[in-house]
């Protein structure tokens, strides 16, 4: 019979009877020992004599054999892969109700809804929220930036000594963010908030300087919509912070085209902007700040616009003071690599 345990944990065993051998002792008194039959012991030596460290290594149960043939779970990759709306569904969602339906009506094979997630974990697949893009994205026009726009920013930033600030703007209201939480079964977790969209406002933007790579975080916050004046506040700001030249690139919004900072633009000869290409948010590692504060804040209920932007301040501050964490931001953007 197949003692209890899992694989790692034979295996330890395994490695714990022959530490004992190499000490002498008789396989009956390693037996006892390590309450197992004297028989084991003698199999484990001879194993190890024969095949080496690696017969002692962890086989685990192959257990029941699937029922889909690797031809059929490459189809159902396939079909998967066109996605829910090609097999008839209104929306872009696989459920695992909807995969057993698809397996039972295409490969006529019946499965129980619970084990439908283990065979596609077995086949590579996971369970993901999925990315949302723009019908409006010109996928080409990203590319091409990535290929030539951003190369010449970072050969700009190496010959001018510059930092690369990258700027963006995001809102915040008094009506939480909802995540999962843990709970007792059959207790739905309640949240009480105040039913206002009442808002902060904030821009932000991670400086790196051009020599360490070092990361920097600069934030404003307002209790109203950010507009132009906002945005050429917050870049004069930089240019009183950070000594030499900043190229910043921010998207290519109107409140970042308009006359206040046009204006800015032309009185200073440090200032160089360049705009990310449009509809391609994740190419700003600025973004990242803003996931990071959303998931801090998420089933926070703040009664006040005060409140919450104390609560704001708080998280920036500490986002701020880990340059781990900002430096994340720039590594999960979808920017080639760069950096040292």
């Given at each position: 019979m197949r003692p209890r345990g899992s694989p790692r944990s034979l295996e330890a065993r395994r490695r714990r009877v022959i530490a004992l051998l190499k000490q002498q002792l008789s396989l009956h008194e390693i037996a006892r020992r390590m309450g197992c039959h004297a028989s084991s012991v003698l199999r484990w030596r001879n194993?190890?004599?024969?095949?080496?460290?690696?017969?002692?290594?962890?086989?685990?149960?192959?257990?029941r054999p699937?029922?889909?043939?690797?031809?059929?779970k490459g189809r159902l990759v396939r079909l998967l892969a066109k996605g829910a709306m090609a097999q008839g569904y209104r929306t872009e969602l696989w459920t695992t109700q909807r995969i057993t339906a698809l397996i039972e009506h295409r490969l006529g094979i019946t499965y129980h809804r619970?084990?439908?997630?283990?065979?596609?974990?077995t086949m590579g697949w996971s369970h993901q929220k999925?990315?949302?893009?723009?019908?409006e994205r010109d996928e080409i026009a990203i590319a091409e930036w990535k290929r030539t726009v951003w190369p010449r920013v970072k050969k700009n930033a190496a010959r001018l000594a510059a930092h690369i600030v990258f700027v963006d703007e995001s809102g915040f209201l008094l009506i939480p963010s909802v995540r999962k939480t843990w709970s007792p079964?059959?207790?739905?977790?309640?949240?009480?908030?105040?039913?206002?969209?009442?808002?902060?406002?904030?821009?932000?933007?991670?400086?790196v300087s051009p020599k360490r790579f070092?990361?920097?975080?600069?934030?404003?916050?307002?209790?109203?919509n950010i507009q132009g004046e906002e945005v050429r506040t917050f870049l004069r700001h930089l240019l009183r912070q950070v000594r030499g030249h900043l190229?910043?690139?921010?998207d290519n919004g109107t409140i970042h085209r308009g006359e206040p900072v046009q204006e800015l633009l032309t009185r200073t000869s440090r200032l160089h902007v360049v705009s990310f290409p449009a509809y391609a948010p994740e190419l700003n590692p600025d973004e990242g700040v803003w996931n990071h504060l959303k998931r801090a804040l998420a089933n926070g209920c703040p009664d006040t616009q005060a409140e919450l932007m104390d609560v704001l301040a708080t998280e920036i501050c500490h986002l701020g003071a880990s340059p781990r964490l900002l430096r994340g931001c720039i590594q999960h953007a979808g920017l080639p690599f760069w950096g040292p």
């Open positions: 194993a190890l004599g024969s095949g080496g460290p690696d017969a002692l290594k962890a086989k685990p149960a192959p257990g699937s029922r889909l043939t690797s031809k059929q619970n084990h439908v997630g283990k065979l596609l974990h999925p990315e949302s893009r723009a019908v079964v059959g207790q739905t977790p309640l949240l009480r908030y105040r039913y206002r969209h009442d808002r902060i406002s904030a821009i932000s933007g991670i400086a070092q990361c920097t975080l600069y934030c404003h916050l307002y209790e109203d190229i910043v690139l921010q």
